[in-house]
Every structure is written in structure tokens, then in C-alpha cells.
């Protein structure tokens, strides 16, 4: 659960789906109209002026968010409709507040467009850590027939469930790993736990299931059945309905993650040719701030 300590703070502790539901004002926030139209004209400025109150309150938002769950959710940021080189420099823009955009591929891409490749929108994307500190995305345009839902775990949570349950099984997971990320951008071979403590005493998580798993036909160390049956035991506890929190965005929404406090994935969706088509616009950020 949620633990309150006052009015608008919360501690690092884990949560659960239906403990999102609840405190939804811990990580999310509106924007009004009048809101967005004043902080897009400062970004197409490229100073902060008119939008002064809205750069405060999401200053103080976004890392009270980050700070609580892991994650914050800004609605009605950016309007949907404005082209997309210039969402690009708006979206950049806002983020220069909270740390440095990263290069997300081996071809130096500052953003992606997110979106269905040859149906791949149709299989569910699995739970994972990307290798940056922050994941910013934002929505273009949502699948029109639903679905394409980000989904949310907490680490906390997740290490605490395997903790009680399966003590052993937790020991393996804090135990080294190899990632081998050969052909990708940053360090090519990473070797981590999957749960460890952070400087700042929470809980972290590095997890990628395709590349611990594949790692071993690279050249990484073979797998014992002792961390296979781990492997099973975190993606079981994953999926249980309880656990992961299913988000849908509206066009013009951001979210921003901490990698190493949450993972993330998507549901499946169907989706539709021409403008109707799901987009989500990706950022990945290194910070010391949040």
C-alpha cells in the first residue's frame, strides 16, 4: 500500500494496482487548457514567462510523483494536434526542467514515434527496465479501440511479495546477472542484480526478460536451474492481476518513469490504418534531480 506521511507526501513503499486507483492525486495531474496554451507559447518562445506558475507546478509535481511511486502523470500537457517536430521541441522544451535527453538507439535518436509494426501492437509487451534513468512518454494519439495501456509494477512491491513467499528465490535475484545488450546503444553487456538497494535507500530493479534469457547464447555465463525457476517465480508474481496498474493515456498526456523503480510494459491492441493509428512519442532522460 500507499503510506500517507501528510497532506501531498508519501514514502517509497509498494503498491499495488488498486492502491493507484485510490491515490490517484499522488501521481497525477491536470493541466487546463489555459495551462497548456500559456506553457506552449513559452516553449515555442523557448523561455519561461507566461508560464512561470505551470513551470512551478510541475517542478514540484513530477519529483513529488517520482519521489512516492516512481512515476508521475501530467494530463492535458501538450495539444495533440500541433505538428510533430513541433510537440518535439515543446516536449523538450518542459524536459530540460528534469535532466538531459539521451540518445534511446545505436543511431543517436533523441525520440520515437512508437507504433504498430507489422501487428506486433497486438502481443502484449512484457514487464522491463529500460537503461536510462527516466522514461518519458507521451501520447500522440491512443488506440482508438482500446487497449495500448502502459502497465505499471512496482519493484517494492514485487521484491516484498517474493521476500515472504519465496525467500531463497529472492536471494538468487539480488546475486549478480548478465544482460547481454550487444548492438545497443550504451553499455553492451550490463551485469547487475534484479533487485537491489538504491543510494537513496529504495528499492531498485534492472530487468530485461529477453536479454537475461538470451545472454548465455552470447557468450554470457549459462543459466542453473536454480535462476531459471527464479526468472519464473518474478514473472509469475508480475502478472498476477493485483500487482500491475493498467494506464490509459488521452492524447497530449505524459508520463514519466524511474526506470529502476518501476517496471513497465503494454497490453495488447488492435490497431487502424491512417491518423487513427496508436502513437506514442518516447524520451529517455539522464537526471540528478529526480
Known sequence: MIQQMSDDTATEIGWGSADLAARS??????????????LWADSQDGRWSRAD??????????????????????????????????????????????????????????????????????????????????????????????????????????R???????????????????????????????VSPIFFTQADGTVGCYYQTRTVRTSPERGGPPLSARQWEALGVLDEVLYRPEIAFGLPMAAGDLLVIRNSRVLHGRSPYVDVPGPGSRRMLRVWMNTEVL
Do not use: Y
Open 25 to 38: 492525486a499522488i501521481w497525477s495531474m491536470p493541466l487546463s487548457d489555459r495551462d497548456r496554451r500559456l
Open 53 to 158: 506558475g505551470v513551470r512551478g507546478a510541475l517542478r514540484g509535481f513530477v519529483p513529488a510523483g517520482i519521489r512516492a511511486v516512481g512515476f508521475a502523470h501530467v494530463r492535458n500537457l501538450i495539444d495533440p494536434r500541433a505538428a510533430e517536430h513541433e510537440i518535439v521541441a515543446g516536449l523538450s522544451f518542459v524536459l530540460r526542467e528534469f535532466g538531459e535527453i539521451v540518445a534511446q538507439n545505436a543511431r543517436g535518436d533523441l525520440t520515437q514515434v512508437l507504433r504498430d509494426q507489422d501487428g506486433d501492437g497486438a502481443t502484449e509487451l512484457g514487464f522491463h527496465c529500460d537503461t536510462c534513468d527516466l522514461l518519458v512518454l507521451l501520447c500522440l494519439q491512443p488506440a482508438v479501440r482500446g487497449g495500448g495501456n502502459t502497465k505499471l509494477a512496482s519493484a517494492r512491491n514485487v
Open 160 to 190: 516484498d511479495i517474493i521476500g515472504r513467499e519465496r525467500p531463497e528465490v529472492l536471494g538468487t535475484l539480488c546475486e549478480d546477472w548478465t544482460f547481454d545488450r550487444t548492438g545497443r546503444v550504451g553499455e553492451q553487456v550490463i
